[in-house]
Every structure is written in C-alpha cells, then in structure tokens.
C-alpha cells in the first residue's frame, strides 16, 4: 500500500462532491424516510375477509398500529390528514394488501391523524428486557464546567 498524496486526496473529495450534488438529495429523501412504513405487525392481513375474521383483540392490535403509523407520518413529513390516509393506502396496496381493505384502513387512519398527539416516546428504542430507553450516545451528559463557574 502506497501514501496518499495530494492528487489522491483531491481525487477522493472532488469524487464525494459529485456525487453529493447528482445523489444527494435522493439519498437525503431515503434517510428521512426510510422508516415510514414499517409494518411489525403480529399478523398482517391482505384481504378484508382475511380481516374480519380475526378476533377483536388481533383487529385492535392491527388498528392501533395503523394510527400509530399515520399519527408518525402526518407529524414528521408535514402532511394533512387526507394526504396521510391517501399515502397509507397506496403503500399498503404497493405492498399486496386488497383495495377494499386498504380503502377501509383510511377512515382509522384520518381519525388518528386529526386527534392523535405525536409522542416521541412511543418510537424511542426500548430494552427489550427491562422496557428502559436505550440510550445511544457514549458521552457523559454533564455541563461543561467552567473555570469562573464555582
């Protein structure tokens, strides 16, 4: 392996600027929205029969999650309410689930959006164990003490 010398060097970061500008945005879009449709459902369902026969606790489960979903989206991207079922529709038909149950999900999901809070908490990493905050940062959280601070 041979030193990097200037050429390299210049090489490198004009090849990173380039691609920032073609690419750069696209892969802004991608990290801002690469968790908006996370389904971790315990049972996923693809058709309104399939739905309707769950039991009422699976279907509450499903729901609760549905407005989770788009309470998180109409607050992170800006969206309104119409805008956000509309977007909860057409992912999950994009994912294999039928129209008319993906239509029906849209009224739950409106609803929650226009009286639903956003709670951060309920999307912050939980120890799976203890149900405590992860917390993902290694430094020490104390102010920074200074000399004239007595």
């Not at 999950?92 to 639903?116: F, H, Q, R, T, Y």
């Amino acid at each position: 392996m041979g030193s990097l010398d200037f050429g390299k060097i210049i090489t490198i970061v004009m090849f990173f600027f380039i691609a920032s500008f073609f690419f750069g945005d696209k892969l802004l879009f991608w990290y801002k929205h690469k968790e908006d449709l996370q389904f971790s459902l315990s049972k996923m369902v693809y058709t309104k029969a399939d739905f309707n026969a769950l039991e009422e606790v699976d279907k509450e489960a499903i729901l609760d999650e549905i407005s989770l979903i788009c309470i998180r989206k109409h607050h992170v991207d800006k969206l309104n309410c119409s805008d956000t079922a509309y977007w909860l529709a057409n992912s999950l038909e994009a994912d294999g689930v039928d129209v008319d149950l993906a239509i029906d999900w849209m009224k739950p999901c409106s609803d929650a959006c226009e009286m639903g809070k956003y709670d951060p908490a309920v999307y912050e990493e939980r120890n799976p164990v203890s149900g405590g905050k992860i917390d993902k940062s290694t430094e020490d959280t104390k102010p920074t003490k200074w000399i004239w601070d007595d």
